[in-house]
């Protein structure tokens, strides 16, 4: 039987309660922003799982990576370190099953979302915290491609209420 965004959005919550993470349900503060989320959890650090409005038929778990701006400054096109982890990052997240989208600030390159979905049909508790799993797994190695082409990437997460304002979805 079809579940409803309140449904999934009751799930969701209970899947995230069993892991004793301190999480923040975030569906007001998106609404005054957008129209274009249904609900939304912010969980731990970084991770953000949500319901598009325009999806009636999955939920989205997304990992943003924040890049302070010493680290912003290496992420151009014209560095070939660059260029070398924007393939190995398209690689693991291909092998991996899971995209992967550049957040930009005007012209600098301010994070990057690692995201997954887990479709309505199938939404339990083990296929969400193995789509969870996944996407931090994936994020965990993106960090250490960073981290292993450039000297001093600090990859540090912002744990701000600016993931609000630079949600992929938003």
């Known amino acids: 039987m079809t579940k409803t965004s309140e449904?999934?959005?009751?799930?969701?919550e209970d899947f995230?309660?069993?892991?004793?993470i301190k999480y923040e349900d975030q569906t007001e503060k998106i609404r005054e922003k957008s129209k274009a989320i249904d609900w939304?959890?912010?969980?731990?650090?970084?991770?953000i799982v949500s319901k598009n409005a325009n999806r009636s038929d999955r939920i989205h778990i997304n990992v943003n990576m924040r890049f302070p701006p010493q680290d912003s400054k290496l992420l151009v096109m014209k560095n070939p370190s660059f260029s070398k982890a924007i393939?190995?990052?398209s690689e693991i997240c291909t092998t991996?099953?899971?995209?992967?989208?550049?957040i930009k600030d005007?012209?600098?390159?301010?994070?990057?979302?690692?995201?997954?979905?887990?479709?309505?049909?199938?939404?339990?508790?083990?296929?969400?915290h193995n789509t969870w799993d996944n996407v931090a797994?994936?994020?965990g190695h993106v960090q250490k491609i960073l981290r292993s082409n450039f000297s001093g990437f600090s990859a540090q997460n912002n744990t701000t209420d600016a993931t609000i304002d630079k949600s992929m979805y938003g």
Not at 16 to 20: D, E, H, P
Not at 40 to 47: C, Y
């Open 106 to 128: 005007g012209e600098n390159i301010a994070g990057l979302a690692i995201f997954s979905h887990v479709d309505e049909a199938i939404l339990n508790r083990v296929t969400f």
């Open 40 to 47: 939304q959890f912010h969980v731990g650090a970084n991770v």
């Open 87 to 89: 393939m190995e990052i």
């Open 137 to 139: 797994r994936v994020s």
């Open 96 to 102: 991996c099953n899971v995209g992967h989208q550049w």
């Open 16 to 20: 995230v309660k069993v892991t004793n």
């Open 7 to 12: 449904e999934m959005k009751n799930l969701v």
